[in-house]
Protein backbone atom coordinates (compact mmCIF):
# COMPACT_ATOMS: atom_id res chain seq x y z
CA UNK A 1 0.00 0.00 0.00
CA UNK A 2 1.38 3.30 -1.09
CA UNK A 3 0.20 6.49 -0.04
CA UNK A 4 -0.40 9.38 -2.11
CA UNK A 5 -0.78 12.87 -2.29
CA UNK A 6 -3.91 14.68 -0.13
CA UNK A 7 -3.56 11.50 2.19
CA UNK A 8 -4.88 8.84 -0.37
CA UNK A 9 -3.87 5.23 0.13
CA UNK A 10 -4.10 2.85 -2.99
CA UNK A 11 -3.24 -0.74 -3.02
CA UNK A 12 -4.44 -3.38 -5.57
CA UNK A 13 -4.41 -7.20 -6.03
CA UNK A 14 -5.01 -9.10 -9.11
CA UNK A 15 -6.02 -13.03 -8.78
CA UNK A 16 -6.78 -15.78 -11.69
CA UNK A 17 -9.99 -16.50 -13.11
CA UNK A 18 -10.70 -19.29 -10.67
CA UNK A 19 -13.05 -19.70 -7.23
CA UNK A 20 -10.17 -21.24 -5.48
CA UNK A 21 -8.43 -17.44 -5.19
CA UNK A 22 -11.84 -16.07 -3.95
CA UNK A 23 -10.94 -16.25 -0.49
CA UNK A 24 -7.63 -13.66 -1.63
CA UNK A 25 -9.95 -10.71 -2.84
CA UNK A 26 -11.84 -11.30 0.76
CA UNK A 27 -9.40 -11.28 2.95
CA UNK A 28 -7.63 -8.09 0.83
CA UNK A 29 -11.13 -6.04 0.89
CA UNK A 30 -11.20 -6.87 4.83
CA UNK A 31 -7.72 -5.72 5.57
CA UNK A 32 -8.21 -2.72 3.87
CA UNK A 33 -12.01 -2.01 4.81
CA UNK A 34 -10.72 -2.13 8.54
CA UNK A 35 -8.01 0.34 7.42
CA UNK A 36 -10.53 2.81 6.56
CA UNK A 37 -12.07 2.53 9.83
CA UNK A 38 -15.30 0.76 9.25
CA UNK A 39 -16.74 -1.88 11.86
CA UNK A 40 -17.65 -5.17 11.44
CA UNK A 41 -20.83 -5.37 10.05
CA UNK A 42 -19.76 -2.33 7.16
CA UNK A 43 -16.68 -4.91 6.56
CA UNK A 44 -18.63 -7.99 6.36
CA UNK A 45 -20.98 -5.99 4.01
CA UNK A 46 -17.79 -4.84 1.76
CA UNK A 47 -16.55 -8.24 1.42
CA UNK A 48 -19.88 -9.36 0.40
CA UNK A 49 -20.21 -6.98 -2.29
CA UNK A 50 -16.55 -7.45 -3.54
CA UNK A 51 -17.59 -11.84 -3.47
CA UNK A 52 -20.23 -11.00 -5.38
CA UNK A 53 -18.59 -8.79 -8.01
CA UNK A 54 -15.78 -11.28 -8.42
CA UNK A 55 -18.42 -14.22 -8.85
CA UNK A 56 -19.97 -11.83 -10.82
CA UNK A 57 -16.99 -11.63 -13.42
CA UNK A 58 -15.90 -15.41 -13.35
CA UNK A 59 -19.37 -16.86 -14.19
CA UNK A 60 -19.23 -14.24 -17.03
CA UNK A 61 -16.76 -12.94 -18.15
CA UNK A 62 -14.85 -15.52 -19.69
CA UNK A 63 -15.15 -18.32 -22.26
CA UNK A 64 -14.89 -21.66 -20.32
CA UNK A 65 -11.57 -23.03 -20.04
CA UNK A 66 -10.22 -19.48 -20.74
CA UNK A 67 -7.65 -18.00 -18.70
CA UNK A 68 -7.69 -14.20 -17.35
CA UNK A 69 -7.19 -12.55 -14.10
CA UNK A 70 -9.71 -9.90 -11.80
CA UNK A 71 -7.93 -7.03 -10.56
CA UNK A 72 -9.41 -5.40 -7.01
CA UNK A 73 -8.18 -1.92 -6.38
CA UNK A 74 -8.58 -0.09 -3.04
CA UNK A 75 -8.02 3.28 -2.05
CA UNK A 76 -8.44 5.14 1.18
CA UNK A 77 -9.40 8.75 0.85
CA UNK A 78 -9.94 11.10 4.05
CA UNK A 79 -13.78 10.55 2.80
CA UNK A 80 -13.81 7.66 1.12
CA UNK A 81 -13.17 3.95 0.52
CA UNK A 82 -13.41 3.14 -3.19
CA UNK A 83 -13.48 -0.67 -4.44
CA UNK A 84 -12.83 -1.56 -8.12
CA UNK A 85 -13.22 -4.64 -9.75
CA UNK A 86 -12.14 -4.72 -13.00
CA UNK A 87 -11.48 -7.76 -15.52
CA UNK A 88 -11.04 -7.99 -19.31
CA UNK A 89 -13.01 -10.86 -20.30
CA UNK A 90 -16.06 -10.37 -22.11
CA UNK A 91 -17.84 -7.39 -22.27
CA UNK A 92 -20.88 -7.20 -19.39
CA UNK A 93 -23.69 -7.18 -21.97
CA UNK A 94 -23.07 -10.34 -23.67
CA UNK A 95 -23.42 -12.57 -20.34
CA UNK A 96 -25.70 -10.65 -18.08
CA UNK A 97 -28.72 -12.38 -16.78
CA UNK A 98 -32.06 -10.33 -17.66
CA UNK A 99 -33.24 -7.87 -15.14
CA UNK A 100 -36.26 -9.30 -15.02
CA UNK A 101 -35.14 -12.53 -12.90
CA UNK A 102 -35.18 -10.51 -9.31
CA UNK A 103 -32.65 -13.85 -8.09
CA UNK A 104 -30.24 -13.03 -11.15
CA UNK A 105 -26.28 -12.23 -10.17
CA UNK A 106 -24.47 -9.60 -12.12
CA UNK A 107 -25.29 -6.05 -11.74
CA UNK A 108 -28.91 -5.32 -11.18
CA UNK A 109 -27.96 -7.84 -7.84
CA UNK A 110 -25.12 -5.69 -6.98
CA UNK A 111 -26.96 -2.80 -6.84
CA UNK A 112 -29.31 -3.78 -3.81
CA UNK A 113 -27.17 -4.73 -1.96
CA UNK A 114 -26.79 -1.47 -0.32
CA UNK A 115 -23.66 -1.94 1.22
CA UNK A 116 -22.64 1.07 -0.24
CA UNK A 117 -23.53 4.90 -1.15
CA UNK A 118 -22.15 4.79 -4.93
CA UNK A 119 -22.13 1.82 -7.49
CA UNK A 120 -20.76 2.52 -10.64
CA UNK A 121 -20.31 0.50 -13.71
CA UNK A 122 -17.63 1.50 -16.17
CA UNK A 123 -17.68 -0.32 -19.60
CA UNK A 124 -14.30 0.35 -20.91
CA UNK A 125 -14.67 -1.36 -24.52
CA UNK A 126 -11.48 -3.37 -25.53
CA UNK A 127 -9.99 -2.34 -21.85
CA UNK A 128 -12.82 -4.55 -20.23
CA UNK A 129 -15.41 -3.20 -18.02
CA UNK A 130 -14.89 -2.03 -14.05
CA UNK A 131 -17.19 -2.30 -11.07
CA UNK A 132 -16.95 0.28 -8.58
CA UNK A 133 -18.15 0.78 -5.22
CA UNK A 134 -17.45 4.06 -2.78
CA UNK A 135 -18.60 3.71 0.63
CA UNK A 136 -18.26 6.88 2.79
CA UNK A 137 -15.79 6.61 6.10
CA UNK A 138 -17.44 7.02 9.02
CA UNK A 139 -17.07 10.41 10.24
CA UNK A 140 -19.18 12.86 12.84
CA UNK A 141 -21.56 14.79 10.89
CA UNK A 142 -22.74 18.44 12.52
CA UNK A 143 -24.37 17.23 15.41
CA UNK A 144 -21.67 15.51 17.26
CA UNK A 145 -20.67 17.34 20.22
CA UNK A 146 -22.64 20.74 19.20
CA UNK A 147 -24.77 22.77 21.96
CA UNK A 148 -27.94 22.58 21.20
CA UNK A 149 -28.51 26.71 20.37
CA UNK A 150 -26.20 25.72 17.91
CA UNK A 151 -28.62 23.77 15.87
CA UNK A 152 -32.11 25.26 16.93
CA UNK A 153 -34.06 25.69 13.58
CA UNK A 154 -34.74 28.87 11.70
CA UNK A 155 -38.27 30.04 12.60
CA UNK A 156 -40.42 30.61 9.60
CA UNK A 157 -40.94 34.01 10.77
CA UNK A 158 -37.08 34.91 11.70
CA UNK A 159 -36.76 38.80 12.26
CA UNK A 160 -34.18 40.26 10.02
CA UNK A 161 -30.97 40.78 11.40
CA UNK A 162 -29.90 44.56 11.77
CA UNK A 163 -28.45 46.35 9.06
CA UNK A 164 -24.62 45.00 8.86
CA UNK A 165 -21.25 44.93 6.62
CA UNK A 166 -20.86 41.16 5.54
CA UNK A 167 -17.18 39.61 4.58
CA UNK A 168 -17.95 37.38 1.30
CA UNK A 169 -14.52 34.96 0.45
CA UNK A 170 -13.79 31.77 -0.42
CA UNK A 171 -14.29 29.03 2.59
CA UNK A 172 -11.57 28.23 5.24
CA UNK A 173 -11.31 25.24 7.52
CA UNK A 174 -12.61 27.08 10.48
CA UNK A 175 -15.61 28.06 9.02
CA UNK A 176 -16.89 24.27 7.86
CA UNK A 177 -18.75 23.14 11.16
CA UNK A 178 -20.86 26.55 10.95
CA UNK A 179 -21.55 25.73 7.77
CA UNK A 180 -22.91 22.60 8.63
CA UNK A 181 -24.91 24.30 11.37
CA UNK A 182 -26.18 26.65 8.93
CA UNK A 183 -27.14 24.18 6.79
CA UNK A 184 -28.54 22.03 9.66
CA UNK A 185 -30.94 24.80 10.96
CA UNK A 186 -32.20 25.81 7.86
CA UNK A 187 -33.08 22.36 6.57
CA UNK A 188 -32.77 19.88 9.12
CA UNK A 189 -31.81 16.07 7.78
CA UNK A 190 -33.90 16.75 4.58
CA UNK A 191 -31.06 17.97 2.62
CA UNK A 192 -30.30 15.55 -0.24
CA UNK A 193 -26.29 16.53 -0.34
CA UNK A 194 -25.21 15.22 3.09
CA UNK A 195 -21.46 16.17 2.54
CA UNK A 196 -22.87 19.28 3.87
CA UNK A 197 -23.31 17.68 7.07
CA UNK A 198 -20.23 16.93 7.75
CA UNK A 199 -17.13 19.40 9.07
CA UNK A 200 -14.43 17.35 7.52
CA UNK A 201 -15.63 16.58 4.23
CA UNK A 202 -16.50 20.18 3.38
CA UNK A 203 -12.85 20.90 4.09
CA UNK A 204 -11.03 18.13 2.22
CA UNK A 205 -13.34 18.49 -0.52
CA UNK A 206 -12.00 21.77 -0.93
CA UNK A 207 -8.37 21.35 -0.57
CA UNK A 208 -8.72 18.11 -3.16
CA UNK A 209 -10.20 20.97 -5.46
CA UNK A 210 -13.11 19.20 -5.74
CA UNK A 211 -15.34 21.62 -4.20
CA UNK A 212 -15.16 25.65 -4.25
CA UNK A 213 -17.03 26.87 -1.07
CA UNK A 214 -17.89 30.65 -0.39
CA UNK A 215 -19.36 32.35 2.65
CA UNK A 216 -20.92 35.25 4.15
CA UNK A 217 -19.79 36.13 7.75
CA UNK A 218 -22.08 38.62 9.35
CA UNK A 219 -20.61 41.82 11.27
CA UNK A 220 -19.75 38.83 14.50
CA UNK A 221 -18.03 36.55 11.90
CA UNK A 222 -20.37 34.33 11.90
CA UNK A 223 -21.15 31.78 8.90
CA UNK A 224 -24.89 33.19 7.54
CA UNK A 225 -24.57 31.78 4.15
CA UNK A 226 -22.64 29.76 1.73
CA UNK A 227 -22.76 28.67 -2.22
CA UNK A 228 -20.35 26.12 -4.02
CA UNK A 229 -19.36 25.41 -7.17
CA UNK A 230 -18.70 21.66 -7.46
CA UNK A 231 -16.11 20.36 -9.62
CA UNK A 232 -15.91 16.56 -9.36
CA UNK A 233 -16.81 14.64 -12.37
CA UNK A 234 -16.66 17.36 -14.71
CA UNK A 235 -13.15 18.48 -15.17
CA UNK A 236 -13.90 21.59 -17.41
CA UNK A 237 -17.36 22.61 -15.71
CA UNK A 238 -18.59 23.24 -12.27
CA UNK A 239 -22.23 22.86 -10.86
CA UNK A 240 -23.35 25.51 -8.76
CA UNK A 241 -25.15 24.61 -5.44
CA UNK A 242 -25.24 23.83 -1.95
CA UNK A 243 -26.54 27.03 -1.42
CA UNK A 244 -28.14 28.59 1.58
CA UNK A 245 -28.12 31.71 3.49
CA UNK A 246 -29.93 32.23 7.29
CA UNK A 247 -33.45 33.52 7.03
CA UNK A 248 -32.15 37.03 9.14
CA UNK A 249 -30.05 37.88 6.39
CA UNK A 250 -31.79 37.11 2.91
CA UNK A 251 -32.17 40.04 0.59
CA UNK A 252 -29.49 41.14 1.39
CA UNK A 253 -27.46 40.14 -2.29
CA UNK A 254 -25.02 37.43 -0.35
CA UNK A 255 -26.27 34.63 -2.56
CA UNK A 256 -24.99 37.55 -5.54
CA UNK A 257 -21.39 38.11 -3.43
CA UNK A 258 -20.73 34.86 -2.98
CA UNK A 259 -21.18 34.07 -6.78
CA UNK A 260 -19.29 36.52 -7.83
CA UNK A 261 -16.41 34.94 -5.57
CA UNK A 262 -17.14 31.60 -7.24
CA UNK A 263 -16.90 32.81 -10.78
CA UNK A 264 -13.81 34.54 -9.82
CA UNK A 265 -12.53 31.35 -8.48
CA UNK A 266 -13.73 29.27 -11.50
CA UNK A 267 -12.19 31.16 -13.97
CA UNK A 268 -8.82 31.31 -12.06
CA UNK A 269 -8.95 27.42 -11.74
CA UNK A 270 -9.59 27.56 -15.67
CA UNK A 271 -12.88 26.41 -15.86
CA UNK A 272 -14.77 26.66 -19.66
CA UNK A 273 -18.25 27.62 -17.53
CA UNK A 274 -20.95 27.02 -14.45
CA UNK A 275 -24.14 25.38 -15.10
CA UNK A 276 -26.73 25.35 -11.99
CA UNK A 277 -30.28 23.07 -11.63
CA UNK A 278 -32.69 25.55 -9.74
CA UNK A 279 -35.52 23.58 -8.73
CA UNK A 280 -39.32 23.78 -10.70
CA UNK A 281 -41.66 24.17 -7.74
CA UNK A 282 -41.19 27.86 -7.52
CA UNK A 283 -39.17 30.68 -10.23
CA UNK A 284 -36.97 32.67 -7.62
CA UNK A 285 -34.18 29.93 -8.07
CA UNK A 286 -34.16 30.01 -11.88
CA UNK A 287 -34.33 33.85 -11.80
CA UNK A 288 -31.69 34.48 -9.78
CA UNK A 289 -29.99 31.97 -12.32
CA UNK A 290 -31.33 34.51 -15.10
CA UNK A 291 -29.87 37.39 -13.25
CA UNK A 292 -25.86 35.45 -13.38
CA UNK A 293 -26.36 35.43 -16.71
CA UNK A 294 -27.16 32.13 -17.46
CA UNK A 295 -28.79 30.37 -20.39
CA UNK A 296 -31.65 27.66 -20.37
CA UNK A 297 -30.62 24.59 -21.79
CA UNK A 298 -32.49 21.74 -20.33
CA UNK A 299 -35.37 20.51 -18.51
CA UNK A 300 -34.47 17.56 -15.91
CA UNK A 301 -37.53 15.59 -15.13
CA UNK A 302 -37.69 14.32 -11.03
CA UNK A 303 -34.33 14.61 -10.19
CA UNK A 304 -35.20 15.32 -6.49
CA UNK A 305 -36.61 13.06 -4.18
CA UNK A 306 -40.08 13.65 -2.59
CA UNK A 307 -38.30 13.03 0.74
CA UNK A 308 -36.40 16.72 0.29
CA UNK A 309 -38.44 19.25 2.19
CA UNK A 310 -38.01 22.80 2.39
CA UNK A 311 -37.84 23.38 6.23
CA UNK A 312 -38.40 26.97 7.36
CA UNK A 313 -39.04 28.21 4.22
CA UNK A 314 -42.72 28.68 3.52
CA UNK A 315 -42.73 26.03 0.79
CA UNK A 316 -45.12 23.01 0.74
CA UNK A 317 -44.03 19.31 0.81
CA UNK A 318 -43.42 17.89 -2.54
CA UNK A 319 -46.29 15.84 -3.92
CA UNK A 320 -43.65 14.50 -6.92
CA UNK A 321 -40.19 14.27 -7.07
CA UNK A 322 -38.77 17.69 -7.88
CA UNK A 323 -37.74 18.71 -11.35
CA UNK A 324 -35.04 20.95 -12.23
CA UNK A 325 -34.03 23.63 -15.19
CA UNK A 326 -30.62 23.62 -16.30
CA UNK A 327 -28.57 26.75 -16.77
CA UNK A 328 -25.44 26.94 -17.47
CA UNK A 329 -23.29 29.84 -18.28
CA UNK A 330 -20.43 30.33 -20.26
CA UNK A 331 -16.90 32.08 -19.28
CA UNK A 332 -15.01 31.57 -21.46
CA UNK A 333 -17.06 31.16 -24.93
CA UNK A 334 -16.03 28.33 -27.02
CA UNK A 335 -15.22 28.00 -30.82
CA UNK A 336 -17.24 26.59 -33.29
CA UNK A 337 -19.20 23.22 -32.90
CA UNK A 338 -19.84 20.72 -35.16
CA UNK A 339 -23.07 18.35 -33.33
CA UNK A 340 -24.35 15.33 -34.29
CA UNK A 341 -28.39 14.41 -33.19
CA UNK A 342 -31.44 13.20 -34.87
CA UNK A 343 -33.24 15.62 -37.28
CA UNK A 344 -36.35 16.13 -35.19
CA UNK A 345 -34.45 17.38 -32.68
CA UNK A 346 -32.45 19.82 -34.33
CA UNK A 347 -35.31 23.13 -34.01
CA UNK A 348 -35.26 22.58 -30.19
CA UNK A 349 -31.32 22.47 -29.92
CA UNK A 350 -31.04 25.59 -32.34
CA UNK A 351 -33.22 27.14 -30.05
CA UNK A 352 -30.90 26.06 -27.33
CA UNK A 353 -27.50 27.14 -28.79
CA UNK A 354 -28.98 30.55 -30.23
CA UNK A 355 -29.54 31.27 -26.67
CA UNK A 356 -26.03 30.31 -25.63
CA UNK A 357 -24.81 32.42 -28.21
CA UNK A 358 -22.34 30.31 -29.54
CA UNK A 359 -21.60 28.96 -32.97
CA UNK A 360 -22.42 25.43 -34.32
CA UNK A 361 -23.27 23.12 -37.14
CA UNK A 362 -26.01 20.33 -36.70
CA UNK A 363 -25.32 16.97 -38.65
CA UNK A 364 -27.08 13.95 -39.52
CA UNK A 365 -23.80 11.50 -38.47
CA UNK A 366 -22.92 8.32 -39.20
CA UNK A 367 -23.54 4.19 -38.28
CA UNK A 368 -21.42 2.86 -35.23
CA UNK A 369 -18.42 1.00 -35.79
CA UNK A 370 -16.57 -1.04 -32.81
CA UNK A 371 -17.20 -1.49 -29.45
CA UNK A 372 -18.35 1.17 -27.10
CA UNK A 373 -17.42 2.84 -23.92
CA UNK A 374 -20.00 3.42 -20.95
CA UNK A 375 -20.66 3.94 -17.15
CA UNK A 376 -23.73 3.12 -15.44
CA UNK A 377 -24.17 4.87 -11.40
CA UNK A 378 -27.05 4.49 -9.25
CA UNK A 379 -27.21 7.05 -6.15
CA UNK A 380 -29.05 5.74 -3.25
CA UNK A 381 -29.52 8.88 -1.56
CA UNK A 382 -31.59 10.83 -4.74
CA UNK A 383 -33.18 7.60 -5.99
CA UNK A 384 -31.78 7.81 -9.27
CA UNK A 385 -29.17 6.57 -12.13
CA UNK A 386 -27.19 8.04 -14.84
CA UNK A 387 -26.12 6.05 -17.38
CA UNK A 388 -22.90 8.26 -19.77
CA UNK A 389 -21.20 7.07 -23.17
CA UNK A 390 -17.91 8.02 -23.34
CA UNK A 391 -17.94 6.13 -26.94
CA UNK A 392 -20.60 5.76 -28.89
CA UNK A 393 -20.06 1.54 -30.77
CA UNK A 394 -22.24 -0.82 -32.53
CA UNK A 395 -23.17 -2.33 -29.02
CA UNK A 396 -24.09 0.59 -27.60
CA UNK A 397 -28.01 0.29 -27.68
CA UNK A 398 -28.26 -3.41 -26.05
CA UNK A 399 -26.15 -1.60 -23.12
CA UNK A 400 -28.16 1.62 -23.11
CA UNK A 401 -31.38 -0.99 -22.52
CA UNK A 402 -29.71 -3.43 -20.20
CA UNK A 403 -28.34 -0.54 -18.08
CA UNK A 404 -31.90 1.13 -18.05
CA UNK A 405 -33.62 -2.02 -17.24
CA UNK A 406 -30.86 -2.86 -14.36
CA UNK A 407 -31.13 1.02 -12.73
CA UNK A 408 -35.03 0.86 -12.65
CA UNK A 409 -36.51 -2.68 -12.27
CA UNK A 410 -33.90 -4.30 -9.63
CA UNK A 411 -31.64 -1.29 -8.25
CA UNK A 412 -35.13 0.90 -7.99
CA UNK A 413 -34.09 4.00 -9.51
CA UNK A 414 -37.27 6.04 -9.93
CA UNK A 415 -35.25 8.29 -12.52
CA UNK A 416 -32.55 7.22 -15.14
CA UNK A 417 -30.79 10.36 -17.02
CA UNK A 418 -28.37 9.60 -20.09
CA UNK A 419 -25.48 11.44 -21.73
CA UNK A 420 -24.68 11.14 -25.60
CA UNK A 421 -20.97 12.79 -26.73
CA UNK A 422 -22.91 15.50 -29.57
CA UNK A 423 -19.34 15.55 -30.70
CA UNK A 424 -19.27 12.09 -32.27
CA UNK A 425 -21.23 11.30 -35.82
CA UNK A 426 -22.98 7.84 -34.44
CA UNK A 427 -24.54 9.73 -31.74
CA UNK A 428 -27.79 10.07 -33.69
CA UNK A 429 -28.45 6.24 -34.07
CA UNK A 430 -27.56 6.13 -30.22
CA UNK A 431 -30.19 8.68 -29.97
CA UNK A 432 -32.58 6.74 -31.48
CA UNK A 433 -31.98 3.49 -30.08
CA UNK A 434 -32.36 4.77 -26.26
CA UNK A 435 -36.18 6.69 -27.45
CA UNK A 436 -36.63 2.92 -28.70
CA UNK A 437 -36.25 1.74 -25.15
CA UNK A 438 -38.08 4.56 -23.31
CA UNK A 439 -35.82 7.49 -22.70
CA UNK A 440 -36.67 10.97 -24.41
CA UNK A 441 -35.10 14.23 -25.12
CA UNK A 442 -33.83 16.45 -21.74
CA UNK A 443 -31.72 19.33 -23.60
CA UNK A 444 -28.27 19.96 -23.61
CA UNK A 445 -25.25 20.23 -21.31
CA UNK A 446 -22.19 22.28 -22.73
CA UNK A 447 -19.14 20.70 -22.29
CA UNK A 448 -21.13 17.85 -20.07
CA UNK A 449 -17.90 15.23 -22.04
CA UNK A 450 -14.42 15.04 -22.60
CA UNK A 451 -15.24 16.12 -25.96
CA UNK A 452 -17.34 18.43 -26.12
CA UNK A 453 -21.19 18.81 -25.42
CA UNK A 454 -23.77 16.35 -24.70
CA UNK A 455 -27.20 15.60 -25.47
CA UNK A 456 -29.41 14.44 -22.42
CA UNK A 457 -32.31 12.42 -22.65
CA UNK A 458 -34.41 10.87 -19.63
CA UNK A 459 -36.22 7.96 -18.77
CA UNK A 460 -38.97 7.75 -15.87
CA UNK A 461 -40.13 4.89 -14.13
CA UNK A 462 -42.54 7.19 -11.74
CA UNK A 463 -45.56 9.52 -12.54
CA UNK A 464 -44.77 12.88 -13.33
CA UNK A 465 -47.34 15.82 -13.68
CA UNK A 466 -45.38 18.34 -15.86
CA UNK A 467 -48.68 21.14 -14.97
CA UNK A 468 -47.17 21.25 -11.59
CA UNK A 469 -43.80 22.59 -13.27
CA UNK A 470 -43.54 26.48 -12.82
CA UNK A 471 -40.62 27.85 -15.31
CA UNK A 472 -39.07 31.40 -14.99
CA UNK A 473 -38.28 31.92 -18.98
CA UNK A 474 -39.58 31.78 -22.58
CA UNK A 475 -37.29 29.51 -23.39
CA UNK A 476 -37.80 27.16 -20.54
CA UNK A 477 -41.40 27.04 -21.20
CA UNK A 478 -40.60 26.30 -25.11
CA UNK A 479 -38.48 23.53 -23.49
CA UNK A 480 -41.00 22.06 -21.30
CA UNK A 481 -43.39 22.01 -23.72
CA UNK A 482 -41.18 20.46 -26.53
CA UNK A 483 -39.77 18.16 -23.15
CA UNK A 484 -43.35 16.89 -22.42
CA UNK A 485 -44.45 16.76 -26.20
CA UNK A 486 -41.26 13.94 -26.97
CA UNK A 487 -42.42 12.25 -23.73
CA UNK A 488 -45.72 11.51 -24.75
CA UNK A 489 -44.22 10.62 -28.45
CA UNK A 490 -42.13 7.83 -26.72
CA UNK A 491 -44.58 6.63 -24.65
CA UNK A 492 -46.99 6.40 -27.77
CA UNK A 493 -44.39 4.28 -29.67
CA UNK A 494 -43.98 1.76 -27.04
CA UNK A 495 -47.49 1.21 -26.60
CA UNK A 496 -48.26 1.23 -30.21
Excluded at 334 to 360: D, K
Amino acid sequence: MTTEPEGALKSEISIPNDARFLHAARAFVREVAQVAGFGPDDVDALVHAADEACTNALQHAFEPGETGTITLSAEVTPDDFILGVRDQGLPFISRVEQAADPGARGLGFLFIQRAVDEVTWVNLGKAGKELRFVKHRPQADVTHGAASSDLAPYGHDEPPAPEQEYVVRTLRPEDARQVSQCVYRVYGYTYPNEDLYYPERIVHLNQAGELISAVALDAEGRVVGHYALECRRLCRVAESGQAVVAPGHRGRRLMERMRDVLEEEALRAGLLGVFGQPVTSHTFSQKVNEDFGSKVCGLTLGLVPRSFTYRKTGIPPLAQRESTMLYFKYLTPPGRSALFAPRRHWPALTRIYEALGIPFELGPGSPPEGRGEAEASYDHAWGFGVVRVRRVGADTPAVLDLARRNLAAIAGAEAVYLELPLAQPATPSACEAAEASGFFFSGVGPSFAGDGDVLRLQYLAVPMDVSRIKVFSPLGQELLAYVASERERVERSKTG
